[in-house]
Every structure is written in C-alpha cells, then in structure tokens.
C-alpha cells in the first residue's frame, strides 16, 4: 500500500539522526511527493535492479531519496558508470536527478523516452566539457538545453531522441 508506504517514511524520516540510508526494494513503483522531504541526514541509496529503479515514478522534488542522499548504490556498488540495461524503454522523471557520483552512463537504443531532469546535477551534467554548444548529449540522445541559450541551436544530426522538456525556460 503506496499510502502507507509514504506516511511510514514520513515519519522514519523525521526522526533520523546522524548518518542514514534507506533501501528501496524491487517492488517500488511510485514515490508520492515530498516523502523524503526534510530527510537532510540520509547519505545513501540502495538499489538492486537498475531497470526497477528507472521505472519508478517520482511525484515532485523530494520524492526522490537522491535529493538529499546524493549517492545511489547499485549491489552495494557506488553508480558512477552506469550501463542502461537492454529491457529499459523508458527512463521516468529525475530517476538519476542529484546523483553527484554518476560520471558517465549508456543510454541504450531500446530507450524510447527520457523523462525531464533524468541526469539533472549529476557528475556528468555538471561536467561543462559533456556540454556541446550549450546542449547535453549522450548515446545520440538530446538530454537538456542551457537555459541561457542564445543564438542559433541546431540539432545534431544523428540525435534519435530528444527529452521531455529539453528547451524548457530556454
């Protein structure tokens, strides 16, 4: 039960002290909003299964754990190059969004959708030298557009796929 899944992290998370991390388990779906809000001690994110983990639907700003965590582990491997499994077609909103440890990634061709603020603040969005005329490719995917864009932006060519709100408040 989603409710009380949220309700039940609520007020774990409240009462944290000192340093904390949280498990996500397989199962996980959906994350309503602001359920990690306010969880400033949580340090880390556990996961098992990569393709689970993209799937999931993050409702709002604090409904990811990374927002506060920053560290996502994936087998107990801190994800800092990270290979999209083959069974991915779809990666939700702000999946990897503050994950500050991912370097670099591999966006498969069976990924038909990149959600908004997918690699948002991670190592490799933060890396001005990823940037291409003031535009964030990866694997022939358009992933952002610099909000101060000026002048003429032209799609590469070989770009196959374009995020959701890529040139938003451009």
């Known amino acids: 039960n989603i409710k ?3 309700q039940f992290i609520r007020e774990l998370t409240t009462y944290m002290l000192g340093k904390a991390e ?3 388990g397989d199962n996980v779906t959906k994350i309503e909003y602001d359920v990690f809000n306010n969880c400033a001690s949580l340090e880390a994110v556990y996961i098992t299964d990569i393709a689970k983990w993209c799937e999931i ?6 409904s990811n754990p990374l927002r506060y965590a920053k560290n996502l582990y994936l087998n107990n491997e801190l994800v800092t190059d990270l290979v999209i499994p083959n069974s991915v077609t779809e990666i939700h909103i702000g999946a990897f969004q503050d994950c500050i440890s991912l370097e670099t990634f591999t966006i498969p061709s069976s990924v038909q959708r990149i959600a908004e603020k997918v690699f948002y603040n991670t190592a490799y969005y933060n890396n001005k030298n990823n940037w291409n005329n003031d ?3 990866k694997d022939n995917c358009l992933l952002v557009a610099d909000t101060n864009i000026s002048g003429k932006c ?11 709100n890529a040139f938003i408040a451009c």
């Open 4 to 6: 009380f899944f949220t």
């Open 22 to 24: 949280i498990v996500i």
């Open 57 to 62: 639907d993050f409702y709002g700003g604090y």
């Open 135 to 137: 535009v964030l490719y």
């Open 154 to 164: 032209s799609i590469l060519d070989n770009t196959r796929l374009i995020a959701t």
